[in-house]
């Protein structure tokens, strides 16, 4: 009867977090859906009338008022979200209004930035908030900010196992929480679903050849692999030194927004057109279809992002991060003798693989994006920058639980017998 009665309980706990996962995905398509209509228009908006530039400086004090007003000066971001998840601490519904507002703003006036930050942090107050409200308790509140952030993901950006296994990799550098995946992965599925059904189009990357899978092939993708954990490296730095810089230099939180929206403005003038500004999705379209870019574009890139985010403009850096490897591997890829554009989809990913930390989610968003023909690229490319990007990463909160150069594993068995 015991083993039974064990069974039976296993079963409903089974019902209640596969119920739970597809209403998180359901509202989490949702919430995708009404975000990219604002994010879109404000970026249109900035297509349509350039002289919306100058107004970033106002912009940049409009989004410190509101999150000064709503109590959330502490505010870090995507880090409040492994924070919850590794501690259970809650996340205030505040986050999801702020980060619509916030991050339509930044877009809207030229700001570099991305939008998975945005989509991280309202699926991550989605999930909490719903757990809070069902009154569960604090792991049920974990798993279900969890599926939030993969549901909002995976709507925002079409990739629904890319969305279900980076949030469980990107909370612990070593450590994939796979007792969560059944769960992100059907909040993924039912958010993307539900997007779809409300209109929204998933972004078709260009198809391109690939190079035969030979020994000098494989070199030069290591090389690749190389160049971007270098990158990735300088790309973290640049970003929190900015944010520490312009903090110990403009510690007033309005007129540091004032001051980056400025040098932002000055840079755009500098630089002689708007390429710059916001995410670089469109630079990436350009690349992968094997337009021209120029060669130091990566390192202007990485620039105009770093001033932005450290002063204080929202949206993310990991759509910046794919638009700076996009440009690297067009720029190394005919130094290589590799066709720019194959070049360009490799860095892309080995660019985000560095600065996240995550190798499975980052060979499976190129799977996703690119097909599984070049999975053995990707994975090299991958597999070597993120041993060389080393403890670097966007997020300072992020825990690293194993050293990447270190012989030492998980000892499940030791762990299981204990």
């Known amino acids: ?5 064990d ?3 296993y079963l409903l706990s089974l019902v209640k977090w596969i119920l739970l996962a597809l209403v998180v995905g359901f509202l989490g398509g949702v919430l995708g859906f009404l ?3 604002v994010f879109h228009a404000a970026v249109h908006a900035f297509g349509s009338y350039p002289w919306l530039l100058f107004l970033l400086p106002a912009a940049g004090l409009l989004i410190v008022f509101l999150y000064h007003v709503t109590h959330r000066d502490s505010d870090h971001g995507t880090n409040d979200m492994i924070t919850s998840v590794q501690s259970g601490s809650k996340i205030s519904s505040w986050v999801m209004p702020l980060m619509v507002v916030a991050t339509a703003l930044t877009h809207l006036c030229g700001g570099s930035a991305g939008k998975e930050g945005a989509a991280l942090q309202l699926g991550g107050s989605l999930g909490c908030s719903t757990a809070r409200l069902l009154r569960l308790d604090a792991d049920w ?9 993969a549901a ?5 950006f079409g990739t629904p196992l890319t969305a279900s296994i980076f949030v469980l990799e990107f909370i612990s550098v070593g450590v994939v929480l796979s007792s969560a995946f059944p769960a992100t992965l059907l909040s993924a599925f039912a958010a993307l679903s539900t997007a779809k059904l409300l209109g929204v189009e998933s972004e078709l990357y260009p198809a391109f050849s690939l190079p035969n899978p030979d020994a000098k092939t494989f070199l030069l993708v290591f090389l690749l692999g190389l160049a971007a954990g270098l990158a990735s490296i300088l790309f973290c730095l640049m970003l929190h030194g900015s944010e520490h810089f312009l ?16 040098l932002v403005i000055l840079l755009t003038l500098l630089v002689g ?3 710059l500004n916001g995410s670089g999705q469109d630079v990436i379209f350009r690349v992968l279809e094997g337009g021209s870019i120029l060669p130091i574009f990566f390192l202007l890139k990485m620039l105009f992002t770093s001033i932005s985010i450290g002063s204080g403009y929202k949206g993310g850096e990991i759509v910046p991060t794919l638009c700076v490897g996009a440009t690297l591997g067009a720029a190394l890829g005919p130094i290589l003798g590799l066709d720019p554009v194959f070049a360009a989809a490799c860095c892309m990913l080995g660019l985000f693989c560095g600065v996240t930390n995550c190798v499975i989610a980052s060979i499976l968003l190129g799977a996703e994006l690119f097909g599984f023909e070049g999975v053995l690229f990707f994975a090299l490319v991958c597999g070597i920058s993120y041993a060389v990007s ?14 990447k150069a270190s012989a030492k594993i998980v000892d499940i068995f030791n762990r299981i017998t204990d």
Not at 1 to 5: E, F, H, P, R, S
Not at 141 to 149: E, I, P, S, Y
Not at 255 to 262: F, Q
Not at 390 to 403: D, K, M, P, R, V
Request: proline content about 0%; hydrophobic content about 45%.
């Open 1 to 5: 009867m015991g083993m039974i009665k």
């Open 35 to 37: 975000f990219l209509q």
């Open 273 to 275: 057109n708007r390429e």
């Open 141 to 149: 509140q974990k798993t279900m900010t969890l599926c939030g952030m």
């Open 247 to 262: 903090g110990h230099f403009f510690k007033n939180k309005y007129l540091r927004a004032v001051i980056g929206g400025i």
């Open 7 to 9: 069974r039976f309980l």
């Open 390 to 403: 080393g403890n670097h990463s966007l997020y300072h909160t992020q825990t690293a639980l194993f050293s």
């Open 152 to 156: 909002v993901f995976a709507a925002v």
